[in-house]
């Protein structure tokens, strides 16, 4: 009879704080990796323990800086010339996804270049959250389970017990998962429609919907500088809202958009644990993707289903 493959949980250094939750919830040892330092900055990464027909999972989120994404890449190579039986690299935030298309001359499609890395570097699936673009998945030949965190938010949202609930886009990109969200708490939802000049940098905005009297949640996939999301909450305000709540996916908080959110109208910012954030804030709620992901790797391990988790 055929063994069945050993399960074992690795972590890049940017997301131990992440892994050491997953294979808590998993119900296995966090595997024992090392990372050699060079004195110019390079760096290696090395397994301390056997990997021969082992099914590797390998958890790092590629947020700033490129280093993380390298790491994850040389964690793959190293993981299949040590026989691993398969590499499946579990990314919860997926960097470089807001550069997905050709939105001008001459610019790189980086995420087809991230699919393209990984896949040369040998991972056989990928697991994600809530990737800025759908269309991602298609730029990889290996499976990609494509989990949506509305399954961590959609519980914490109900347990505020809002009245006149209602969610909102702060942009028309968001419209999608929006209006996902309005369906499943039985409410309408409203659009912010914005104008850029350039990235982070938002020029007019204008709302579509009616939020008087309403508690409103606005729900975007990536929070950056905050200032999309800032100028989103005053508009609504303004238009007659009782409050405005943020449920952000990813975190990326750069610069100090935690003081500017700390500082805003918005009363309460619930974000995952796919990104650590810098500092804590009394305005800011985390809310850990650790037990889905655990329950993905139960999944695809046992080979259950898991397409009732690709539903928001």
Do not use: W
Not at 258 to 284: A, F, G, M, Y
Request: with cysteine.
């Amino acid at each position: 009879m055929e063994n069945k493959p050993q399960v074992k949980i690795f972590s890049c250094r940017a997301t131990r704080y992440l892994a050491d939750k997953i294979a808590k919830e998993y119900g296995a040892p966090l595997g024992q990796s090392d990372v050699s330092v060079f004195s110019d900055g390079e760096f290696r990464p090395s397994y301390e323990e056997n990997l021969r027909g082992s099914d590797v999972f390998i958890v790092q989120s590629t947020f700033a800086p490129s280093d993380n994404l390298f790491e994850l890449l040389l964690m793959i190579d190293a993981a299949k010339r040590a026989s691993a039986r398969s590499i499946i690299a579990v990314m919860p935030y997926f960097g470089c996804a807001r550069q997905d298309r050709k939105d001008k001359p001459r610019v790189p499609i980086t995420s087809k270049l991230v699919a393209n890395l990984l896949t040369a570097a040998g991972v056989s699936r990928v697991i994600t959250i809530d990737l800025h673009a759908d269309q991602i998945q298609g730029f990889f030949e290996t499976p990609v389970d494509h989990l949506y965190a509305s399954s961590v938010f959609v519980p914490y949202l109900r347990s505020l017990n809002l009245d006149n609930f209602m969610v909102a886009s702060p942009d028309t990109g968001g419209t999608r998962r929006a209006s996902m969200y309005a369906k499943i708490f039985g409410t309408g939802f409203a659009i912010c429609y914005k104008q850029r000049s350039k990235p982070n940098v938002v020029d007019s905005m204008e709302l579509i919907g009616d939020v008087e009297g309403k508690n409103v949640v606005l729900v975007d996939d990536i929070l950056d500088t905050g200032n999309t999301m800032i100028k989103a909450a005053d508009l609504i305000l303004e238009h007659g809202a009782k409050s405005v709540r943020a449920v952000v996916t990813h975190p990326v908080l750069s610069g100090n958009a935690i003081d500017r959110i700390e500082k805003s109208n918005i009363s309460e910012l619930i974000v995952s644990d796919t990104i650590p954030i810098s500092r804590p804030s009394d305005k800011i709620t985390v809310v850990s993707v650790a037990k889905l992901v655990a329950e993905v790797i139960r999944r695809i391990e046992s080979f259950e289903s898991i397409s009732n988790l690709y539903t928001l």
